[in-house]
Structures are given as structure tokens and as C-alpha cells.
């Protein structure tokens, strides 16, 4: 029996995505054999490679010119590639409003000026900060957030105004998640094991002037964005199986009314469950409520004792992976694209019985 899984990432997949992968498994359209058995230079492959590039395009409505890459290496390598391939004039502007983000600042301190623009820091990053644009350095390489915070539970509801100074998302945790305005950003990176796919494969969509031409530098290979753009991200073996796998996802996407929808489906979702952590006794969302992600879900009993009772007591009923991050505890919920609303429904039902249960 499926439960339903609340994991932060890897994460949940759609049933009919991972049913449509079984039984394509041993057979992949009339190749005769699996896509993870295929030679990465086969036409079978380059047509499951492409497709997945032009339904993200398609889905995001991502301009002409931006170019779609698959890179390995997960989010944690681009805290790494857009610094080196970015900073040009050596330094950027940055957002700490978590985890994830403070890494990135941190790598980008390796190569030149990472400013730190604003933290959130004080608050144990339950909040996202009021960013006054005068601060900004309009003579910055470019901008980091992270726009969707995983662990915390925060998002940045609208985006800020770097002017000319290109503006670099982690939406990692957020992407397909509601319609973006592509234009708006430099570059965009996600690694596919939140909402998008498996692991192994990690998106990025850059605008075409952003990428460098390095060939004649020590510059690392592999960290080049213009490598993987002149090969068509086939420069090296890709993480096949993965890009099939997010092809599959975003064909789903696509059939159920692609991000408008999926956006409407992710806002009732999260309305079922913080309103039932607003009108309860003993759970309580730390995060500052115009902030609150829309994906990932945070809430505490207030004691740590209740918190692990409440995790294994959801887990026996079949609510799996409710537990925070390792480095703050309490629960989290991530309901991302693929978590049904009965999941939600469910997890609500159970945290009701709980609460009775234990006052
Ligand atoms: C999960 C996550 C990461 C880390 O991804 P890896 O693929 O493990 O490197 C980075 N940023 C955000 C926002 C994430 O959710």
C-alpha cells in the first residue's frame, strides 16, 4: 500500500508518472529496451533528452532566449557554478533567508565580494526580510535568493527590484509550482528531487548573455555553463533515467492544466493545513504568515516530546517523513505538486485525533 509521503526531497512522485515509468521499464516505446539501458547518443535517447527540455519550456513559458540545461552535481553545485561563471566584475548581491541560501553566499565568498544585502538570521529565518533596493550594489555581477525556503518554510512572495543587475533563483523547492515570469530572472536553478523528478538531475535556465565563453581558461570543464549549452547538456553522459523521469513529470503537469492549475490545487492544499494549525491548541506555525510557503509546511507542538510522539504516531497511520530538518526539529509537511488533497485531508484528520488524544 502507498502512504503518503511528506517528504522535503526526494519527494513524492505522481502515481500515474511512476506507473507510466513501470511499464515503460524493460520496454521504452518500440526501442526494445529500457531508457536506463539506452546509449545517451542514440536517437531513442536524444528525443526522451529533448522532449523534457521543450515541455519545461513549454510549461514555463520560458523565452527564446534562455537556454534550458541538465547538470549534475544537485542545487549544491550551482551555490558553486554561478558564482565562477557569473562574477565577472567579482562581486554579487545576496539574500540569507536560510540554510540553503547562507551556503550559497558562503561558495560565492570563495571567488569574490558575496554582500550580504539582508538576513533573516535573527528570527530563526521564520520570516522573509523588507529588502529597500537603495542598498542594492547596481553594479553587482548579480543577485542570489533562494526563493522557496525548505527547511523553514518561508517564501518570498514577490521578487526584488535589481534593475539591470541579474536577478539568480534557487527554486529548488518551488519550481512548477505556480507560473513564473521567466523574464524577470538571469537565472533560474533547481534540482529536479523536490518537485520535479528524482535526484540526479538539476535544472538551470540562464539567459544567453549571462553565458561566458571560458574555453581558454583553467577553468574547470564540467563547471563551464557554456559546455553544457554548445553540447546540448550532452557534453558527458546526463543523468538519463532522471531527465525521463522529469520529462514524465512534466507531461503530468502539462495534462493537469500545467501551472495556473497546479497553482490553484497548491494553494488549497496549504489553506486545508494552516488552518488547521491556525485553529488548533496545540500546533503552531512559526513563520510570519505573508511569508508562509505554499510547499513546504512547518509546525511545532511546542514540546519535543509530543513532536516525536506526534511523527511515529503519524507514521504508523500511514503519514510518512513528517519530521523538520535535522538542524530544527518540530515537523514539516511538504506538499509538493504530487501530494493528493486527501493526503492533506488525512494528515489534518490525524493531527485533529491527536490533539483530542492528547490535550
Ligand atoms: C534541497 C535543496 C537544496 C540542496 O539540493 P541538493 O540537490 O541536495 O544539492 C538547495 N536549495 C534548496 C532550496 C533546496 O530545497
Not at 526501442?31 to 519545461?56: F, I, T
Not at 529548488?172 to 520535479?196: F, H, R, T, W
Amino acid at each position: 500500500m502507498r502512504v503518503y509521503n511528506f517528504s522535503a526531497g526526494p519527494a513524492v512522485l505522481p502515481e500515474e508518472v511512476l506507473k507510466k515509468a513501470a511499464s515503460e521499464m524493460t520496454e521504452y516505446g518500440g526501442s526494445g529496451q529500457s531508457v536506463m539501458e539506452m546509449s545517451h547518443r542514440s536517437k531513442e535517447y536524444e528525443a526522451v533528452h529533448d522532449n523534457c527540455a521543450a515541455l519545461l519550456r513549454e510549461v514555463m513559458g520560458i523565452p527564446d532566449n534562455y537556454k534550458v540545461l541538465f547538470i549534475q552535481g544537485g542545487a549544491h553545485m550551482q551555490f558553486e557554478m554561478v558564482p565562477l561563471n557569473l562574477m565577472v566584475k567579482g562581486k554579487a548581491d545576496f539574500v540569507v533567508t536560510g540554510q540553503w541560501a547562507g551556503k550559497a553566499h558562503s561558495e560565492a565568498k570563495k571567488y569574490g565580494t558575496a554582500n550580504l544585502i539582508a538576513s533573516s538570521k535573527d528570527k530563526t529565518f521564520s520570516y522573509i526580510p523588507e529588502l529597500d533596493s537603495a542598498s542594492f550594489d547596481k553594479d553587482a555581477d548579480f543577485f542570489h535568493i533562494c526563493e522557496n525556503n525548505t527547511i523553514f518554510g518561508t517564501k518570498f512572495k514577490s521578487l526584488p527590484e535589481t534593475g539591470n543587475v541579474p536577478l539568480v533563483s534557487d527554486m529548488s523547492s518551488c519550481i512548477l509550482s505556480e507560473p513564473v515570469d521567466v523574464s524577470k530572472y538571469g537565472l533560474i536553478y533547481a534540482c529536479a528531487q523536490k518537485n520535479m523528478g528524482p535526484s540526479g538531475v538539476t535544472i538551470v535556465i540562464i539567459r544567453e548573455d549571462l553565458i561566458r565563453d571560458l574555453s581558454d581558461t583553467k577553468f574547470p570543464t564540467m563547471l563551464q555553463y557554456k559546455v553544457y549549452d554548445d553540447n546540448n547538456s550532452l557534453y558527458n553522459t546526463p543523468p538519463t533515467y532522471s531527465i525521463y523521469m522529469c520529462g514524465l513529470v512534466l507531461e503530468w503537469v502539462k495534462n493537469n492544466g500545467g501551472l495556473a492549475a497546479m497553482k490553484v490545487k497548491n494553494e488549497k492544499k496549504a489553506a486545508i493545513l494552516y488552518d488547521a494549525i491556525d485553529n488548533s491548541k496545540m500546533f503552531s506555525n512559526p513563520v510570519n504568515k505573508p511569508d508562509r510557503s505554499l510547499m513546504n509546511v512547518t509546525f511545532v507542538t511546542g514540546n519535543e516530546d509530543l513532536d516525536k510522539k506526534f511523527i511515529a504516531g503519524a507514521k504508523a497511520a500511514g503519514l510518512v517523513n513528517l519530521g523538520g530538518h535535522r538542524s530544527v526539529g518540530g515537523m514539516r509537511a511538504s506538499i509538493y505538486n504530487a501530494m493528493p488533497v486527501e493526503g492533506v485531508q488525512a494528515l489534518v484528520d490525524f493531527m485533529k485525533k491527536f490533539e483530542e488524544e492528547n490535550a
